[in-house]
């Protein structure tokens, strides 16, 4: 694995377990008599997790959007310019 920072991967983990954990807990919460929720409210609950995620997405999304690299003028990590490699010939 690369020190390659990688912000799209980071912000979609961080959205994914948001929605893993805040999904999961009333179910659970139901199951072993903690939450007294119907089960229609667990379903309204998970369409609002839904909505947040859905939301945060789009957010982080465009806040990562700028950490990566640009194609109009791309770079590696120390600033230098990526050029494309010279085409290769087939072999004869």
Same mark, same amino acid.
């Given at each position: 694995?690369?020190?390659?920072?990688?912000?799209? =991967?980071?912000?979609?983990?961080? @959205?994914?377990?948001? +929605? %893993?954990? /805040?999904?999961?807990?009333?179910?659970?919460?139901?199951?072993?008599?903690?939450?007294?929720?119907?089960?229609? =409210?667990?379903?309204?609950?998970? @369409?609002?997790?839904? +909505? %947040?995620? /859905?939301?945060?997405?789009?957010?982080?999304?465009?806040?990562?959007?700028?950490?990566?690299?640009?194609?109009?003028?791309?770079?590696?990590?120390?600033?230098?310019?990526? +050029?494309?490699? /010279?085409?290769?010939?087939?072999?004869?």
């Amino acid at each position: 694995m690369s020190d390659r920072p990688q912000p799209v =991967q980071n912000a979609s983990r961080l @959205v994914g377990a948001f +929605v %893993l954990i /805040a999904n999961g807990i009333p179910p659970l919460a139901r199951a072993f008599g903690y939450l007294e929720w119907t089960a229609t =409210q667990i379903d309204a609950y998970t @369409v609002f997790i839904g +909505v %947040l995620a /859905a939301a945060a997405s789009l957010v982080m999304g465009q806040r990562v959007a700028g950490l990566v690299t640009p194609v109009s003028d791309p770079f590696d990590n120390e600033g230098n310019p990526l +050029v494309p490699a /010279a085409p290769r010939t087939p072999p004869i």
